[in-house]
């Protein structure tokens, strides 16, 4: 998405109002204030991801503030700039909890930022819920072991990669799979695992696994190789959709014509007008759906209001935000304030709360949403089309 100059601008406001708003509170103490964190990407190669989140986690915060907070106590947006690299990411989130002294953090969208953020909250006693962070070591240890403060509201690759690999297998008749996979990105690294894992357990063969690195942008040499293969179809797991459409757009030039698969990080209506014509008829995996009917009257008056559009990841962060708001009441409720240990404990144990896009369990030995829903869609006529719901275990 192109960035218009005033929310350009506008996105830095906040930081500062932050910074001053925290300065008139300190003089006034008969308001109490909870600070909330927000690790995000607001410049950098995924600029497109946090575009459209800051203004509505504001817009939620003031709505909550306008109806008196939460217990006595009015909420307050800290949020940083990561510039798509995960050593700011880091670098915030420390910041923010060592000296902003938030409550909690919301953030981040990607996997490789959200593993080393996890050891941050466990150390500080503070809760992070990740967004679209899926790697299933962002909640569980290599170990095994479970990272207790750190939370996500989005599924986990798993999910994905075995729906995808269910969905080629037994509804689109696929039986030889190549890879395209960027190998510095945990989130695509695993995508690539689990479809490998139930595609051959299903009786399908890996014929291909090709590679590149983040920020690549040629990857004919690979996908020669590929269409070598005799591959019937290629799963490219991008975790950005400018890969996915340079994939498309160098297929195309190839004549490389099987069926591409990818997953939600290809879900960006940008991907439409960069590549739509060439991934005609690609599958991705996906949550939730801006075009869903029931998030139109959100949409239409967010982008009024805005001049952006949201899309997924401003639905995932309200997601966040609405769990947080309900595991502040219930810290303040049970212990009289908003204790980041006690904040943790509601989060664990959230049953059928209603959060942005749907009612949210929190799985407590995993700190994974519980069967939460994938959307197999397409591309069709340059547009996105539901073609099935998976459920995990159904």
Known sequence: MNRPSSIFSWLRVPLVLVLAAGLLLTGCQQEK???IGYVTEQTGVEAYIGQATVPALQDYIDEVNAAGGVGGYKLQLVAYDTRSEVTDAVSVTKRLIEQDRVTA????????????????????????????????????????????????????????????????????????????TDVASPYSVGIQRYFAEHFVELGGEVVAEEGYQTGDTEFRAQLAKVKDSGADVLVAPAYTYRDAGLIGQQMNALGLTITVMGA????????????GKELEGAYLTNGVSTDDPAFAPFNAAFEKKHNVKANIYTYYTLDAMYAIK?????????????????????????????????????????HNPHNKPILIMTIKDSKWEIVKTFIPGQ
């Open 264 to 275: 939600d990080g290809w879900f960006v209506d940008d991907l439409l007008s960069m590549a």
């Open 33 to 35: 204030t909870i600070k």
């Open 105 to 180: 953090v919301i953030g981040p969208s990607w996997s490789a930022a959200a593993i080393p953020m996890a050891e941050i909250a466990d150390t500080n006693k503070v809760p992070i819920i990740a967004t679209t962070a899926s790697n299933v070591n962002v909640t569980v240890d290599e170990k095994g072991e479970l990272n207790p403060f750190m939370f996500r509201v989005c599924f986990i690759d798993p999910y994905q990669g075995f729906a995808l690999a269910d969905y080629a297998y037994n509804e689109l008749g696929k039986r030889k799979v190549a890879f395209l």
């Open 326 to 366: 309900y595991a502040l009441d219930q810290a303040v409720q049970k212990v009289g304030s908003p204790d980041p240990v006690a904040v943790r404990d509601a989060l664990e144990n959230m049953k059928d709360v209603q959060v942005f896009t749907s009612k949210m369990t929190m799985e407590p030995d995993t």
